[in-house]
């Protein structure tokens, strides 16, 4: 809360305790107390909501400010290393898988001629 909502709020209370309190005694001058209440409620209001929002944006921009100079940082090195990692258990998960196959295909190419060769041997016998 600003200074100056501190003061909107203390001078009708400073008023009030310095003069004698006393009703309106027509309905004029209750209109007036009325309307002088309604008018000045609203800007006391404002100025509140206006040092909240003042404040609530010093934090936010403090936390902001933490988040990006010390989490933000750390949690990317962290995830730079366990991507790191993964990529090279990855790669060597595809070497291997690569290697396999071509093992796979080269014994099934091996086998395919010669098992045409006998099929045709066979067909002419």
């Not at 990692?85 to 070497?95: A, G, H, N, P």
């Not at 071509?102 to 045709?120: G, R, Y």
């Amino acid at each position: 809360m600003s200074k100056k909502s501190i003061i909107i709020l203390a001078i009708p209370t400073i008023l009030l305790i310095a003069a004698p309190l006393s009703l309106p005694e027509t309905p004029e001058e209750l209109k007036e107390t009325g309307n002088l209440t309604l008018q000045a409620f609203p800007d006391v209001l404002k100025e509140v909501w206006q040092g909240f929002l003042n404040s609530l944006l010093t934090i936010w921009e403090w936390i902001k400010t933490f988040f990006n100079s010390y989490i933000n940082p750390f949690l990317q090195n962290i995830w730079q290393n366990i991507w790191q990692e993964r990529k090279k258990i990855v790669s060597q998960e595809l070497e291997k898988e690569k290697q396999t196959t071509f093992q796979e295909i080269k014994t099934i190419l091996s086998k395919f001629p010669k098992s045409l060769w006998e099929k045709a041997k066979g067909l002419i016998k």
